[in-house]
């Protein structure tokens, strides 16, 4: 899934880019417990995160691929990213955000040819779902 962000994007600095992800932090209200089962905790907040900007009409595996961090340019400065690999059993999504345009699902041939209008960390992904389709789909396990 791609999409264009708007206007009305939370990071400013990257309204008018593309994407491939949808993104989100981990909230005070997350309840992130120092002793207690942290990785529940971490999957509700990401459900949490995907459930408040897009609606899922569809089955899915939730396969998490890669730490990302991209000092290159301000936003990459300040975040830190864990990446997830969801797969639908459908192409069944709607936007729920008002900041979230042009919404569609593409084909990595296609992906590339809008790489140069995506935002640093879409591209970075890009890049590595790339190099797992070379390496026949494999990905490290959950």
Not at 96 to 103: A, D, F, H, P, V
Request: aromatic content about 4%; overall charge negative.
């Amino acid at each position: 899934m791609t999409y264009v962000r708007g206007k009305r994007a939370g990071e400013t600095r990257l309204i008018g880019n593309r994407s491939i992800g949808i993104g989100g932090h981990i909230n005070p209200a997350d309840e992130m417990p120092l002793f207690a089962d942290f990785h529940e905790a971490y999957l509700g907040a990401v459900e949490r995160e995907v459930a408040e900007e897009i609606d899922i009409d569809a089955g899915h595996t939730d396969h998490v691929v890669a730490l990302l961090n991209d000092d290159s340019t301000e936003v990459g400065q300040v975040h830190l990213g864990i990446v997830h690999l969801w797969t639908l059993a459908a192409p069944n999504v709607t936007r729920r955000e008002q900041m979230i345009t042009q919404l569609a699902f593409m084909s990595l041939p296609e992906l590339r040819a809008v790489r140069d209008s995506m935002e640093t960390w879409s591209q970075l992904c890009l890049d590595g779902l790339e190099e797992m389709e070379r390496n026949g789909g494999n990905r490290p396990p959950v």
